[in-house]
């Protein structure tokens, strides 16, 4: 959405509507939106990495602005895909951004049980000559600054950045995840930092009302509900267009 898609086909992907981003091809795990530049979510853990090393190559080859980011939990870290990004990414100077969301979990397991280093991403990004930051990803404005000068250096030339967001997951990695393993007092300590809750006060110790700040949410309430429903009522795809946009030629009749 950030790049352009709407609520109402997102969601509709999601219930595998024929309005749907993918036209119900895709789901959860490939949401795509290639003419607005979002490339694709990917089932693969890591799998995207170098794929945007090979978007931020296009860029450079083909002398635009564009800037490349891929976004990652802690635990792509330790896929390979994520060592082989970096360097190629640093030895090309490709212009592109990692930025690792870490949760503190992968599935079920503590990031640090598994991992040599304190911070998965930015630690590592030494090994390949990469500049890192640690952030505050529960802080918006942390967030779009650091995005801001990274995607600046990249643009001049500079290469990439790693940037590994501190952030927390509200419920466990999937709806049949009770989320258990996580102690109480952690869940609670990082709830108090909901990205929403801080930019709130952020607001409010700005000076702006909060009758204002409420009229915010009551708009998105209604752009989500609306959008809601329009996937609900969207049609179901036809399964005579079930092998279209699967290969290059629209099909598979060519491997016969």
């Known amino acids: 959405m950030a790049r352009g898609a709407t609520p109402a086909e997102c969601l509709a992907e999601l219930m595998s ?43 450079k080859l083909r002398g635009t602005e564009q800037v490349a980011v891929a976004f990652f939990g802690d635990g792509a870290t330790n896929i390979g895909a994520f060592h082989e990004a970096l360097n ?27 991992t040599s280093v304190p911070n998965p991403a930015a630690d590592r990004a030494v090994a ?49 995840d ?6 109480a007092d952690e ?10 809750k801080v930019t709130h006060d952020r607001l409010i110790s700005m000076g702006v009302d909060a009758a204002d700040i409420d009229g915010a949410d009551a708009r998105v309430a ?7 429903q329009e996937a609900r009522d969207a049609p179901f795809p036809d399964p005579a267009q079930a092998l279209t946009d699967v290969w290059a030629d629209g099909g598979a009749a060519w491997r016969n």
């Open 17 to 59: 509507k024929a309005t749907g981003l993918c036209k119900a091809k895709g789901g959860s795990m490939h949401l795509t939106k290639a003419d607005k530049g979002m490339l694709g979510s990917y089932a693969i853990v890591g799998s995207h990495l170098p794929i945007a090393a090979g978007a931020a190559w296009s860029a």
């Open 88 to 114: 190629l990414a640093a030895v090309w100077k490709l212009p592109v951004l990692f930025v690792c969301e870490n949760n503190l979990y992968m599935e079920y397991t503590p990031i640090a049980s598994v």
């Open 128 to 176: 390949y000559g990469l500049p890192a930051e640690i952030i505050d990803g529960n802080d918006v404005v942390a967030v779009h600054d650091t995005m801001r000068a990274a995607v600046d250096r990249a643009r001049a030339g500079e290469g990439p950045t790693v940037i590994e967001a501190q952030t927390y997951r509200h419920y466990g990695h999937s709806r049949a």
């Open 178 to 183: 009770p989320a258990k393993y996580r102690p």
């Open 187 to 196: 869940v609670e300590r990082w709830m108090a930092r909901d990205p929403l």
């Open 222 to 228: 209604r752009v989500v509900e609306a959008a809601v």
